[in-house]
């Protein structure tokens, strides 16, 4: 009994030395994170990897490109697949191009123009299952090479790969990460000067690519964008491109897009236009409508330019809807911006006639009646997986998703078939 | 699946307890014990409230508890408890141990502290939970007693951020962050038991 009423009275003392002693213990926090080792090669050993070969599973498909009866779908930085579409119903993957660090393209008659890293590559795909590497320009776009000066393939290094590799430090828990972020701090300004002009016929060999391209022909110009330049192309001799010129734009530039003797240029910030009516080799700038942070695929029409703006962790924005920009009337107030419409996730966009298709992220593709801008009417709602860009064109939809590409006839708006999947 | 793992043992425990209760029912009595804790550790001071529900048998409890833990991120820990009881008629010394899960549920402040690349939620992971120490119980009136009790408490959280980063040069990978926080904390508990 004495015992137990000794222990009784040291309990509290326990409990008030625990208390006292808490700073003895502490927390543990460890930090994993991955370190990742480049893997270099020279542009000389990266063109001796560019060949045809037989046709390849997609996996992770980028940008599409149509001319004539052939789709040209990019897998992202390893090359483009090639799929014979001279029956939409029935497409047939025939072939596949190893072009390592690829992700955009253009094709001018036979030839393709495609990115090889920072090298420009014009290949003749009169055959294409047997695609020839006909001129490189090399080093000619930088910014993919750690604006390397070079011009000596064997002197440009290009990371082509990581090895990664886990590392576990100690961490202070005392200072937790706090990434303050304000993604959408970019000022609205607004300054647009674009007058519509009469239409220019693109060149009638020229094929056509979805609205997330980084290339486009016009008549005889080969138009590239990079994270902040406009590069101009000659391509007269289409085998033969000549580089012409280097325009520098703001960063974070993403597409390109042209119409009517302009090139509207979709940046994270905004959209920029400029004109090559006057000199094709030089456009000149023409304007600009500024918006929060997004990305944002541009199009346009002899009225109206279409945006659509997409929030997400790469281009930091908040935003998902559909902007309408008149291309006849902007003030400082309204930005041009007459009529946004909220989405989803929308990625690319394509509109033939009345017809504006929005490729809407998981949402999938939405058809929309456009004859009235300010009151589009929905036709259609089609869920076909994360939708990311489209062509529309001759009464057939051409869409890329998460899980292939989709061919639909839209021939008849009040009854959208799939044609095929592949 | 981790939580399943963890929760199939101690819904076993329950299960046994209630068939044993049923069995014998005069060497097995339910008893609940419902505390309020102070945590302290490197992080500060902390609240905690359990109940945990189980059978006495003799000097030996064992049961399940729940409660709630606030101590860094909040939780719900879902424990088993054994308890032996030493000592005198109407006052006790006990020892306890506690060992379970804890489920992750951070408050919105937690949430936008501890937030991921580019605000990115942060995957915060359930984890273990453990928790051990002695006590000194008096019985007030019949079944009702009031205890006190030190002791050690301990839980772990995995947080995971995983991004894809695009450099300006080179392929874009995958970027996985990860922070396991091990959490340690001293505690006095005191509570009722009926």
């Known amino acids: 009994m004495k015992n137990l009423q000794l222990r009784r009275s040291c309990l509290p003392l326990i409990c008030l030395l625990i208390l006292l002693s808490a700073g003895c213990v502490k927390d543990r926090v460890t930090h994993t994170y991955t370190i990742n080792i480049p893997v270099l090669k020279t542009m000389t050993e990266i063109r001796s990897t560019i060949k045809s070969g037989p046709a390849a599973s997609f996996e992770n498909i980028g940008k599409m490109y149509i001319q004539g009866n052939y789709i040209f779908l990019n897998e992202k930085d390893k090359g483009i697949h090639i799929i014979d579409n001279s029956v939409p119903s029935k497409p047939r993957n025939i072939a596949f191009i190893n072009i390592p660090g690829n992700e955009d393209m253009a094709i001018k008659g036979s030839v393709l123009y495609a990115d090889v890293y920072c090298d420009l590559v014009a290949f003749d795909i009169s055959n294409p299952q047997n695609v020839i590497a006909k001129k490189f320009l090399t080093n000619i776009f930088p910014d993919r090479s750690g604006y390397n000066s070079s011009t000596n393939p064997d002197s440009i290094l290009i990371i082509t790969d990581w090895i ?25 300004i607004s300054y647009f000067n674009v007058i519509s002009n009469a239409a220019v016929p693109a060149a009638s060999n020229s094929g056509t690519g979805g609205s997330m ?71 000149v700038f023409d304007g600009a409508c500024m918006h929060l942070t997004s990305c944002d695929p541009v199009i346009a029409d002899d009225k109206y330019a279409y945006v659509t703006l997409s929030a997400g962790k790469i281009c930091n924005g908040i935003l998902n809807e ?56 929905l036709l259609a709602h ?7 860009d489209l062509i529309a064109t001759d009464g057939i939809a051409t869409v890329i998703t998460t899980n292939g590409l989709f061919q ?15 | 699946m981790r939580n399943r793992k963890h929760l199939f043992p101690i819904l076993g425990l329950l299960v046994i307890s209630s068939i044993c209760h049923a069995q014998n029912k005069a060497a097995w009595q339910f008893r609940s014990i419902n505390q309020l804790g102070l945590l302290e550790g490197e992080t500060g001071s902390a609240f905690q409230i359990q109940t945990i529900n189980g059978a006495q048998y003799k000097s030996w409890f064992g049961g399940i508890g729940i409660g709630l833990d606030y101590y860094r991120f909040r939780s719900i ?15 006790f010394f006990f020892i306890y141990a ?10 919105d402040d937690q949430k936008r502290i501890y937030a991921g690349y580019n605000n990115g939620p942060n995957d915060f ?20 007693a009031f205890f006190i009790s030190p002791g050690y408490s301990y839980k772990k959280s995995e947080a995971k951020t995983t991004t894809t980063i695009c450099p300006f040069q080179g392929p874009c990978y995958i970027n996985t962050d990860r922070y396991d926080y091990n959490m340690s904390r001293l505690s006095v508990n005191a509570g009722i038991e009926f």
Request: include cysteine; charged fraction near 15%.
């Open chain 2, 77 to 91: 820990p879902l424990f088993a408890d054994f308890r032996k009881d030493f000592g005198g008629k109407n006052k």
């Open chain 1, 213 to 283: 391209a980084r290339f486009t022909l016009v008549n005889n110009y080969l138009y590239t964008v990079t994270n902040s330049t406009l590069n101009s192309f000659n391509v007269s001799t289409p085998s033969d491109p000549v580089f012409s010129n280097r325009t520098g734009l703001d960063w974070n530039i993403e597409t390109i897009y042209p119409f009517d003797n302009k090139l509207y240029i979709g940046s994270t910030n905004g959209v920029y236009v400029y004109d090559i009516a006057s000199s094709p080799d030089n456009p």
């Open chain 1, 408 to 422: 639909y006839d839209y021939s008849d708006l009040t009854n959208i078939r799939l044609l095929s999947k592949l």
């Open chain 1, 164 to 188: 990664s590799k886990d590392t576990t430090v100690n961490y202070d828990p005392n200072h937790p990460i706090y990434y303050s972020s304000c993604p959408n701090c970019a000022i609205p």
């Open chain 2, 125 to 144: 992971s359930n984890g273990f939970y453990m928790s051990a120490g002695i006590g000194y119980k008096i019985i007030l009136n019949g079944k009702l």
């Open chain 1, 382 to 388: 089609i869920s076909n997986g994360n939708a990311l």
């Open chain 2, 98 to 107: 506690d060992g379970g899960i804890h489920f992750s549920w951070l408050t």
């Open chain 1, 322 to 377: 559909l902007e309408i920009i008149d291309l006849n009337y902007w003030t400082v107030s309204s930005l041009g911006v007459i009529k946004t419409y909220s989405m989803t996730s929308p990625q690319g966009l394509s509109k033939d006639g009345n017809i504006l298709f929005i490729c809407d992220g998981k949402d999938g593709l939405k058809v929309y009646d456009a004859s009235n801008v300010m009151n589009l009417k």
